[in-house]
């Protein structure tokens, strides 16, 4: 299985910050890497896919880059909507897997 | 935009099956990959595997000797059981959409709670 690495696990910024999470994984899996927002009590919803593609609807204030076994997540400028968990997910094989998530909370 | 919904028992016995069902109502699961995804309290994401609407699948290793999914184009349903079950398989069950273009689960149902206990 290839393994997905979030950094960090959590942070603190404030409204108006840059926020930047990173994914790495255990192989390449070359762009095939997609970004996911959980709210406590809701469910996961697609942000980003294939690496740096914004889903439909999805503001411009979050992209992704990365190739390879490196990603990042980026919100230019964080929102109070924002505060969530963000998952990363490799769809270059099965087993799909995900990170282990990275909470992004108020500070 | 496409509704997907979950239903089946909440809670479920140690050994035994746990059953649940996806519909997608008013669309169509032709052509596409379905998947299913669980999550403990409190933790990640895990993949349990997916179905194509032919009836080919894909399963988690770690799974897949307990994991039976099938497909019923003509109710746009498909399925998961889960055998043998212990209170590890706790957990929040969702179903979602592999989306073919961007290869990412673009459409989830509301999830379902399975407790796994006597």
């Known amino acids: 299985d290839i393994q997905m690495t979030q950094s960090p696990s959590s942070l603190s910024p404030s409204v108006g910050d840059r926020v930047t999470i990173t994914c790495r994984a255990s192989?390449?899996?070359?762009?095939?890497l997609n970004w996911y927002q959980q709210k406590p009590g809701k469910v996961p919803k697609l942000l980003i896919y294939a690496a740096s593609s914004l889903q439909s609807g999805v503001p411009s204030r979050f992209s992704g880059s990365g190739s390879g076994t490196d990603f990042t997540l980026t919100i230019s400028s964080l929102q109070p909507e924002d505060f969530a968990t963000y998952y990363c997910q490799q769809s270059y094989t099965t087993p799909r897997t995900f990170g282990q998530g990275t909470k992004v909370e108020i500070k | 935009q496409v509704q997907l919904q979950e239903s089946g028992p909440g809670l479920v016995k140690p050994s035994e099956t746990l059953s649940l069902t996806c519909t997608v109502p008013?669309?169509?699961?032709?052509?596409?990959?379905w998947s299913w995804i669980r999550q403990p309290a409190g933790k990640g994401l895990e993949w349990i595997g997916r179905?194509?609407?032919?009836?080919?699948?894909n399963y988690n290793p770690s799974l897949e000797s307990r994991v039976n999914m099938s497909v019923d184009t003509s109710k746009n349903q498909f399925s998961l059981k889960l055998s043998s079950v212990t209170a590890a398989d706790t957990a929040v069950y969702y179903c979602?959409?592999?989306?073919?273009?961007?290869?990412?689960?673009?459409?989830w149902g509301q999830g379902t709670l399975v407790t796994v206990s006597s």
């Open positions: 179905i194509y609407s032919s009836g080919s699948t």
């Open positions: 979602a959409r592999d989306s073919p273009g961007a290869r990412a689960f673009d459409y």
């Open positions: 192989q390449s899996i070359s762009s095939y």
């Open positions: 008013g669309g169509s699961i032709s052509s596409f990959y």
